[in-house]
């Protein structure tokens, strides 16, 4: 079994910046796939940014040219940098990683959230 953690969520001004810290734990062989997805309040829950193992990465039209989505395998953690936050940023932050466990069996793993609030 595994566990995903995000960290680094909180209240910050138009035009600020946040790191999200995404740490997956476990019986993890690999990660292959890497997302960032966000849900505001009466919204469904959007993809914000992935990562793919060997480079691709892919963003929301809504984030691109602000956030960044990156990784480090040595420590099974993804990061999501945000710069310029808006207003419409403010949503609950999920972290999701997809791999395979030492076991060989695949894995569909997804964090319990971080709050993100822009406001002045």
């Known amino acids: 079994q595994a566990q995903v953690v995000e960290s680094g969520g909180g209240l910050v001004q138009p035009g600020g910046s946040l790191r999200l810290s995404c740490v997956a734990s476990?019986?993890?062989?690999?990660?292959?796939?890497t997302g960032w997805y966000r849900q505001a309040p009466g919204k469904q829950r959007e993809l914000v940014a992935n990562?793919?193992?060997?480079?691709?990465?892919d963003y929301a039209d809504s984030v691109k040219g602000r956030f960044t989505i990156s990784r480090d395998n040595a420590e099974n953690t993804v990061y999501l940098q945000m710069n310029s936050l808006k207003p419409e940023d403010t949503a609950v932050y999920y972290c999701?990683?997809?791999?395979?466990?030492?076991?060989?069996?695949?894995?569909?793993?997804w964090g319990r959230g971080t709050q993100v609030t822009v406001s002045s």
């Open positions: 990562s793919i193992s060997g480079g691709s990465t």
């Open positions: 476990g019986s993890i062989r690999s990660i292959d796939i």
């Open positions: 999701n990683v997809r791999g395979v466990t030492r076991s060989f069996r695949g894995y569909d793993y």
